[in-house]
């Protein structure tokens, strides 16, 4: 059994490694380490407690894998995990992870590219290969590597080219017939999406929903509560595609704003909107690690008060007149990943001209970015467009996107939720 390094991973050789194997344990088993031999694959066994110092080579890591024992009390897997998703490597859990009990606030605008695969302890050497080399494929890919083949090739002879080509027919078809549903679910989807927003003589909305694909991980909702509240929120599944859809109408489904009973209803505020949330996402104890992030808020349209919460989300963003962007700041950890979570609410008073900006961590690019040096810096795009009405600025947006040509394979599900308090 390959025994675990304890030894610095600062000043090793700067090469790619196409696996990472990081653990707790103190050996890696014999079969896995035979695989990677037989496999031609380079790999790196890593003690846990040494991730940090790799955090500066993630570029050059192909995939990893997470081995932990008593992994469900870790705050530290998801630290790692973190880390991993913000340079979109995919990573398998070989452990028992079914519950992540932390309560992070830096979990903020990531989820872009997350790929986790969880390995049940029975499973065949060929399986995890699959599993490994598909991973290695999309990472290779995107740093233009050539990517090992979870089968070897082979030749094909003479006699079987006919078959092949009715092969190829059959497969087109099926690709082009799971185009038409994907295309069909996107627009089931949609329908889900408010057709029409609560507009009034003080307030205005806009919205701009991009998926990255047919079907997206972003969903939101503006829905008049009662006379004086309007209740908004977006939420967003970890990664994107038909898995992250499906829970986006999980999500559209489980979010209560308000209580009615007989005659009589109560308006949930913030903090029990987004912990009853959480709580009913536990509860379905859902396969594949599937996280989420939502920001939920509450106006007064009378009053103009402000009361928001989140869970893991990026945070609101203040447009005032005269005054500094402004994120605002509250706790609150990922969706799903502990029942227990509290998610505590901020209450603000908007003022005539203000502007608040809900947006999903796609869209980072669009707005900002955090760095150790300097903490959050909004863009420069973003500072010369904050004086546009609402609608303006995410028309603005949307032009952006549209015409900077970013390959399809690096784009992310963007979504913005926007209001103006008029003048």
Not at 143 to 152: D, E, H, L, R, T
């Amino acid at each position: 059994m390959e025994k675990v390094e304890s030894h610095s991973f600062i000043g090793q050789k700067k090469s790619f490694i196409d696996v990472l194997y990081i653990t707790n344990r103190e050996q890696m088993p014999l079969e896995i380490k035979q695989l990677f031999s037989q496999k031609g694959v380079s790999y790196r066994v890593l003690a846990v407690n040494k991730f940090s110092e790799a955090r500066d080579s993630l570029d050059l890591i192909g995939t990893v894998v997470i081995d932990m024992k008593g992994g469900k009390s870790s705050p530290q897997l998801v630290q790692i995990i973190e880390s991993l998703d913000s340079k979109h490597i995919g990573v398998i859990l070989l452990a028992d992870l079914t519950k992540l009990p932390v309560d992070s606030p830096s979990l903020l605008q990531s989820t872009t590219g997350l790929s986790i695969s969880e390995i049940p302890e029975v499973i065949s050497l060929d399986e995890l290969w699959v599993k490994l080399s598909t991973n290695l494929k999309n990472q290779k890919k995107n740093s233009g590597q050539a990517a090992k083949p979870a089968v070897s090739p082979k030749p094909v002879q003479a006699s079987y080219k006919n078959k092949l080509a009715e092969q190829i027919d059959t497969a087109r078809m099926l690709i082009e017939n799971l185009a038409e549903q994907l295309r069909l679910a996107g627009l089931v989807q949609k329908d889900f999406l408010p057709t029409k927003l609560p507009q009034t003589d003080k307030v205005r909305w806009a919205t701009l929903f991009l998926p990255a694909e047919w079907v997206s991980g972003d969903i939101y909702d503006v829905v008049r509560v009662d006379e004086e509240h309007i209740g908004f929120y977006l939420a967003d599944v970890v990664g994107h595609g038909m898995p992250a859809a499906l829970l986006t109408i999980f999500l559209k489904q489980a979010l209560v704003m308000r209580q009615t009973i007989e005659n009589n209803y109560r308006v949930f505020p913030p903090d029990e909107v987004v912990k009853n949330l959480n709580i009913r996402m536990a509860a379905q104890k859902l396969s594949g690690y599937q996280f989420a992030t939502c920001c939920y808020c509450l106006l007064n349209i009378k009053t103009l008060e402000l009361t928001y919460a989140r869970a893991g989300h990026p945070y609101p963003i203040l447009i005032r007149d005269g005054r500094a962007l402004e994120q605002l700041e509250i706790r609150g950890s990922l969706l799903g990943v502990f029942d227990q979570a509290e998610f505590p609410q901020r209450t603000i008073k908007l003022k005539p001209g203000d502007k608040l900006l809900l947006y999903s961590d796609g869209a980072d690019s669009l707005i900002g970015g955090f760095s150790d040096r300097v903490g959050f810096r909004f863009t420069k795009e973003f500072q010369e467009i904050k004086h546009l009405p609402i609608a303006e600025m995410l028309e603005v947006f949307n032009s952006h996107i549209q015409n900077q040509g970013i390959d399809q394979v690096e784009i992310d599900d963007i979504t913005m939720v926007g209001l103006e308090i008029l003048k």
